[in-house]
């Protein structure tokens, strides 16, 4: 099982993303921890990206596809994996089917928890981490939608979009997700 998660901040990426690694006995690759990782040894690519970590912005495309590239050809990774916090661009999900094309793998789904910005913004301020001040969890909603909405036009027209609403609890999202992964996968 391959699959992408995507969600504004908030959605339940991470939640998610445990639960059905946990239940598919897949790896998680996470975007964000492989940025941290990178960023607190100091390697090359970590230096490179850590000016657009502190800024909340996004890390450049080339750097991005590094990391991932990196990730993928890892042992663990072979019999399938989770991405989270990447790609959040059309362009970065097309970059991704290239990557996989040449790893000679397929993405099963893009699983999309669709969240209102009300419910995004109730979930980071309840979390209440210090890098969750409202203005920039406002920044982050943003350019999610105005980056991130159109990748799911990418997918769609794919057909690999598994949309699901993530304004229900997270159990009932999981458990939601993990019966159509399983309905879907005996179809496919």
């Not at 959605?11 to 006995?25: I, N, P, V, Y």
């Not at 996470?30 to 100091?42: H, N, P, V």
């Not at 290239?98 to 109730?122: C, G, H, K, R, Y």
Request: glycine fraction near 6%; proline fraction near 5%.
């Amino acid at each position: 099982m391959r699959l992408v998660i995507l969600g504004g901040p908030g959605a339940g990426k991470s939640t998610q993303a445990r639960g059905l690694c946990d239940r598919f006995q897949i790896p998680l690759v996470s975007m964000g921890a492989i940025l941290k990782r990178a960023i607190a040894e100091q390697t090359e690519l970590g230096v490179q990206c850590q000016p657009y970590v502190e800024r909340a912005e996004f890390v450049p495309d080339p750097i991005l596809i590094t990391f991932i590239r990196d990730r993928l050809l890892q042992a663990d990774t072979s019999t399938g994996w989770l991405l989270e916090g990447y790609p959040r661009t059309a362009f970065q999900a097309e970059e991704l089917d290239f990557l996989l094309d040449e790893l000679q793998q397929q993405l099963n789904w893009a699983i999309f928890l669709d969240t209102s910005e009300p419910v995004m913004m109730e979930r980071r301020l309840a979390m209440g981490e210090s890098e969750d001040l409202p203005h920039l969890i406002e920044r982050r909603i943003e350019l999610f939608q105005t980056r991130t909405v159109p990748i799911l036009d990418y997918y769609d027209k794919r057909q690999r979009l598994l949309t699901v609403d993530g304004n229900q609890s997270q159990d009932q999202v999981l458990a939601e997700l993990q019966t159509r992964l399983i309905a879907n996968s005996r179809e496919h």
